[in-house]
């Protein structure tokens, strides 16, 4: 069987309640889950009874942006609860960050002359964390742009005009506080870094000394080749190759829950490495 180990619910940037996310991996035939909502552990709970409801095993977590030599990099961190902890006192200050942030993008897509209100974007989020997939979502329906791609791509991708960085941690920094929190820290997406496949091993050698406790080798957007790649260099590194489909809805609707762009599968063991490295 597979599992899928990143996955975002209506809590932060994705379309989908943490319920009918677990009935997706259900009807998918998964043997376990993780959601992964940025900066906020809100919809933990729901997920948990939902993934029980059917069977499932299930990991609750957040995905981090961090720093990492100057350069933003996506943490994974699995095992966390809500409620006071280390690493869950320091999502607060991220989500303030995020909200401020945010009333920057809007300044910066007023002054390019879009017609758009931060109320607006707020909506579209719901309950939800706002996020960037939220913009993108409000500029479609105002007839700016015509996909979430080409809304990143004209006016919300990091160099963009629109684009406002954010506070984060550092990558040495939220591998400490997972391990305080006896959580696990995970990369995601590695090839977001624009790393060489011979470059991961030898970049991510210091973070593995700091308590890193694997890499996403298994993501919905990867060829079999460089699944394959990651997870070998995992294995020499020691540390956990983990994965997940990154599902986010209809922010991404050319990934589905538990097999990505349709030939993913995370292996279920994946889940018992993560208990043991923990």
């Known amino acids: 069987m597979a599992v899928d180990l990143h996955m975002h619910s209506t809590f932060s940037d994705g379309s989908e309640s943490p319920t009918a996310i677990a009935a997706m991996a259900a009807a998918a035939g998964l043997s376990g ?3 992964t909502d940025h900066d906020v552990l809100d919809g933990i709970p729901e997920a948990r009874a939902a993934a029980a409801e059917r069977g499932l095993r299930f ?3 957040t995905e981090l942006s961090v720093l990492w030599r100057e350069q933003s990099m996506h943490m994974l961190v699995y095992f966390l609860e809500p409620g006071p902890g280390p690493i869950q006192d320091r999502l607060e200050d991220l989500r ?3 909200h401020t942030r945010n009333l920057e993008m809007v300044d910066k897509l007023r002054d390019l002359g879009l017609d ?3 109320d607006e974007v707020a909506r579209e989020a719901g309950t ?3 996020g960037r997939p939220h913009f993108a979502a409000v500029l479609i329906a105002k007839g700016y742009v015509d996909s979430v791609p080409a809304a990143f791509d004209r006016y919300l991708a990091s160099g963009r005009p629109a684009y406002v960085p954010r506070m984060r941690l550092t990558a ?3 591998i400490g506080l997972s391990r305080e ?3 696990v820290a995970v990369i995601a997406h590695p090839h977001t870094l624009h790393l060489r496949a011979d470059e991961f091993s030898i970049g991510f050698r210091e973070l593995v000394a700091r308590g890193l406790g694997g890499i996403e080798a298994y993501y919905g957007e990867y060829t079999p080749e460089m699944r394959n790649r990651i997870a070998e260099i995992c294995a020499e590194l020691g540390i956990v190759a983990t994965g ?3 599902f986010h809805g209809k922010y991404k609707p050319h990934l589905a829950v538990g097999v990505g762009t349709g030939d993913l599968r995370v292996p279920d063991e994946v889940m018992d490495q993560l208990e043991q490295i923990r």
């Open 181 to 183: 929190s006896r959580a």
């Open 172 to 174: 040495e920094e939220a």
């Open 244 to 246: 997940g489909s990154d």
């Open 128 to 130: 939800g964390v706002v």
């Open 96 to 98: 303030r960050g995020r």
């Open 59 to 61: 990991i609750g977590g």
């Open 33 to 35: 889950i993780a959601l």
């Open 116 to 118: 758009i209100s931060y």
